[in-house]
């Protein structure tokens, strides 16, 4: 398989706080992965290190992409753009834009302001701009992290199906593991002070229930896992 992008022995500090220290991380062509660790622990400093939007202290990292697509916390959309606008300001062919409106349930809703839009639907747009880009490897920083409880658990079921429909390498940071199993077929987790990858997991399930014994299984280690690391007080 083709490799996109490989951390080699990846440190990252800011000043005097070490923030992640050897990392080794290899993401191939095709490749569906979530970073999971508790808030606070370099998740996102780790996906910009991906994006080339911060440099290693240490290390070395291969990127073989030309193009990127991100998906931020925050939606960043245009306010005074429709959501068709907002998408050509990153894409200029319509049927692009359409078909990925349409992939995201979004069609009818072209012509509409972000201000007339859900919060979840925001977040749709946020992806449809980033996947009307063509992405080589698309980058989503807790995308889910500003909604409800409800609409987040819709969102997610929406979006597996639609990463299903795609061949686009993708990777997720949360701290969910509902999300984490539901969109990715591997794991990696982010623990430790400064944080390092700690374990590897692969999904082999598909989770049609959260309360399944397979889900509470892996939910249960990753858990453990994590907490193994965390400062003695």
């Known amino acids: ?7 080699n022995n990846v440190s990252k500090n800011f000043g005097k706080l070490r923030v ?18 508790k808030s606070g622990c370099g998740k996102t400093t780790l996906l910009r290190l991906i994006a080339g939007l911060e440099n290693p202290t240490n290390g070395q990292i291969n990127r073989n992409y030309t193009k990127i697509g991100y998906v931020f916390q925050e939606d ?7 959501v068709y606008e907002n998408l050509n300001f990153v894409c200029e062919n319509k049927k692009v834009i359409d078909d990925v409106l349409c992939l995201v349930k979004l069609g009818d809703f072209a012509s509409y302001k972000p201000s007339q839009l859900s919060g ?3 977040q749709r747009v946020n992806l449809a701009r980033a ?40 990777i997720i940071v949360t701290h969910d593991v509902r999300e984490a199993v539901t969109l990715a077929k591997k794991i990696y987790l982010l623990a430790g002070s400064p944080s390092t990858i700690v374990d590897e997991i692969k999904v082999d399930t598909v989770f049609h229930k ?4 397979d889900f509470l299984k892996i939910e249960q280690h990753i858990l453990s896992v994590i907490e193994k690391y965390e400062p003695q007080r």
């Open 131 to 170: 996947l009307a880009y063509q992405p080589e490897l698309l980058l989503l920083d807790e995308p889910f992290q500003s909604l409800d409880l409800l609409t987040k658990v819709k969102l997610i079921d929406e979006l597996s199906a639609v990463f299903k429909d795609l061949k686009t390498t993708y």
């Open 20 to 37: 992640l220290e050897r990392i080794n991380l290899t993401v191939y062509n095709g490749e569906s992965i979530a970073i999971v660790g």
């Open 76 to 82: 960043r959309l245009i306010a005074w753009k429709t």
């Open 120 to 122: 979840g639907m925001k």
């Open 1 to 7: 398989m083709e490799k996109l992008v490989e951390l």
């Open 210 to 213: 959260i309360s399944s014994a």
